[in-house]
């Protein structure tokens, strides 16, 4: 293998390794978003009722 085919293998292996994690990044991190929003509402109304507020 000479080394042009080396770099050209290197290349195209990070292409696809970032092709393939950066939707699941963006997708894992979307619904981590949604789940803590969800989580953070249902604590913010037990305390709002606790007070009497909501």
């Known amino acids: 293998m000479s080394e042009t ?3 050209v293998q ?3 292996s ?3 390794s970032v092709a ?3 939707p699941l990044a963006f997708f ?3 619904k981590l978003t ?3 929003e969800k989580k ?4 913010v109304k037990e ?3 606790k007070h009497g507020l909501y």
Not at 40 to 43: A, R
Request: charged share 25%.
């Open 28 to 30: 894992m991190s979307k």
């Open 47 to 49: 305390e709002l009722k």
């Open 40 to 43: 953070i509402d249902k604590i």
């Open 34 to 36: 949604q789940w803590s």
């Open 14 to 16: 990070i292409a696809i």
């Open 20 to 22: 393939v994690a950066a």
């Open 10 to 12: 290197l290349i195209l």
């Open 5 to 7: 085919e080396f770099f």
